[in-house]
């Protein structure tokens, strides 16, 4: 056993009393509206708000954040539980994905004012962070970004653009990635992080219109000499990876989290119709031809929630979540497709019947193959840090 094995944290087989009062807590709330809520809200791409409310009130939107600032004193395990717990429910929260960025970079890297400003607000659901590193010429190579923040007297000055950035409309603040230097041998951004005011004077954002039912806009910012106060810096300056691999690993583990609600919702539905549709003389379900995918599937879906539950552990343990965050992120959003997929073709014709909402899901499962990492990206970390593969770019 190597020392990093060793490190390892022990991950609960089966439910805790605390998870699984904190399951059926969260079933019964999102479940109160259900997807046709989320269909109504997500039509018009906006978050399902009652939903959240009514979490942030129960205080599961905290869960993870430190008790000293309103938060529940628990981990991103917990977390990831009201995420999976809500999408099944029928209520996908993927403004939780940007607010678990936000909270564990703050909560790890933030200044005492910054834990002070934000956290609380966070814990209760009343602040609302968007996140901006994707840029137009960057995209996946972060190392390539080119929004770059200058050090003018007790200030930066920001230029450059960010695309994609989800709810950069109603955020009360963007957690943003600029580069501040220039590795002298590769030329790599030197990257630091920010917390910009999205109505700060030079700030302008132009809506990208994107498939429905993914709950929020999404917006190209332009930045024209920004000016952001030294104290908004979060982390040290030039070593904004630091912090951003402790808001990125969250990311994938919550849009894993996500996904695998996705694909529990997708199948439930297509199990339950599969069980009562009978066109012969047996319920469909009876017929391995419909059997066995939805039990493929189901297979596909445990692993992924287990290694969903190992990254957020190893998260939770200080252990380097890298591997098991990403294989999660690529595992889950690979079963949330697989399961809808599934179910529109359980469901015959009716799986294209709006009321269904399978084909609404589907843009709500297949997003996650490429956002917040692609799949590729995926297996180019897995090829070359689990591996040791050379990477061909
Ligand atoms: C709905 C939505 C919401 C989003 N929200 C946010 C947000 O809030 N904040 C934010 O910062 N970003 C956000 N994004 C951006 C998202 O994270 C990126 O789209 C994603 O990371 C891929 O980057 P890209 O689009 O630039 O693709 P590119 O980097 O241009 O890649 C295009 C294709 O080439 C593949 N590719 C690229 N390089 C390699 C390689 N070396 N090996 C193999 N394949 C490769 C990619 O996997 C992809 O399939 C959002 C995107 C969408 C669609």
Redesign the pocket.
Known sequence: MTTKEQALPSIPLMSTPEIAAIRESVRAIAGRHGWSYYQETGRKYEAPTKVLSALASGGFLGVHLPAEYGGGGLGLSELAVVAEEAAAAGCPLNTMI?QAIAGSVLARHGTAEQRAQWLPGLASGEVTF?????EPDA???AHNITTVARREGDRYVMRGQ?T???GADRADAILLVARTGTHDRSGNGLLSLFIVDPKAPGLTMQHIP?APM?STK?FQLFLDDVEVATDQLVGTRDEGWRPLFDGLNPERIMASATSNGIARFALDAAARYARERSVWSTPIGAHQGIAHPLAEAKVELELARLMTAKAAACFDAGVDAGEAANMAKMASADAAVRCVDQSIQTHGGTGFALATGLTDAYWVAR?AQ????????VL?FVAQHSLGLPRS?
């Open positions: 940007v968007a996140f901006a590193i994707t995209g996946s190579n960010k994609f950035c989800s994107t993914l999404s997003v490429t956002v917040p990492v692609s799949r590729e990206m180019n770019y």
